[in-house]
T-cell receptor, first 111, second 114 residues
Framework: DAKTTQPNSMESNEEEPVHLPCNHS???????IHWYRQLPSQGPEYVIH???SNVNNRMASLAIAEDRKSSTLILHRATLRDAAVYYC????????????FGTGTRLTIIP | DTEVTQTPKHLVMGMTNKKSLKCEQH?????MYWYKQKAKKPPELMFV???????INESVPSRFSPECPNSSLLNLHLHALQPEDSALYLC?????????????FGPGTRLLVL
């Protein structure tokens, strides 16, 4: 039970922003939200994670709703290299030793 | 260096063979993981090692036998596998358990059981 819901697929034009949604309506107050992505023929790679506040790093931004029932991963300017499956994962506060991947969103970038 | 290496990249084995998958990291991480990923499916956790001791076994059949000989190495011994065990086997590591540390994944070993 991945406990998150994501659209199966999305498309975006190259060099435009991409907003990838994730629903986690049953999240507990101490669960973190992690995002990983898996490029073709590679292992998953970490993108970003957060608890309550919005987070930014060099790869992306994470916007977490005030009620924490949903979040959005934002790629500010998509490139062809961003084509991947993006996984939104809940982890309990005491640790993320058990990453439970859901089905993820397959992002296609249109040149 | 944030690299997790896995060997071999590809492996074909018969149902009576014994083979091993190898995973290595030199980041000083004390937690290491094995995942299995079937085609078009998300990765599924198999085993977790913490400080070289098995911490989590997700009810994996005994034909898969993990081993952590030291803090940098993780092996997965395979014996009497079935064709349905064909999959991508991913290794990952993180600083430790019980924190929000990033897991770093290797590229995987693609296994075909004939």
């Amino acid at each position: 039970d991945a406990k998150t819901t994501q659209p199966n697929s999305m498309e975006s034009n190259e060099e435009e922003p991409v907003h990838l949604p994730c629903n986690h309506s049953t999240i507990s107050g101490t669960d973190y939200i992690h995002w990983y992505r898996q490029l073709p023929s590679q292992g998953p790679e970490y993108v970003i994670h957060g608890l309550t506040s919005n987070v930014n790093n060099r790869m992306a931004s994470l916007a977490i709703a005030e009620d924490r029932k949903s979040s959005t991963l934002i790629l500010h300017r998509a490139t062809l290299r961003d084509a991947a499956v993006y996984y939104c994962i809940r982890t309990p506060n005491f640790g993320n030793e058990k990453l439970t991947f859901g089905t993820g969103t397959r992002l296609t970038i249109i040149p | 260096d944030t690299e997790v290496t896995q060997t071999p990249k590809h492996l074909v084995m018969g149902m009576t063979n014994k083979k091993s998958l190898k995973c290595e990291q030199h980041m000083g991480h004390r937690a290491m993981y094995w995942y299995k990923q079937k085609a078009k499916k998300p990765p599924e956790l198999m085993f977790v090692y913490s400080y070289e001791k098995l911490s989590i076994n997700e009810s994996v059949p005994s034909r898969f036998s993990p081993e952590c000989p030291n803090s940098s190495l993780l092996n997965l011994h395979l014996h009497a596998l079935q064709p349905e065990d064909s999959a991508l086997y991913l290794c990952a590591s993180s600083q430790d358990l019980y924190s929000q540390e990033t897991q770093y994944f290797g590229p995987g070993t693609r296994l075909l059981v004939l």
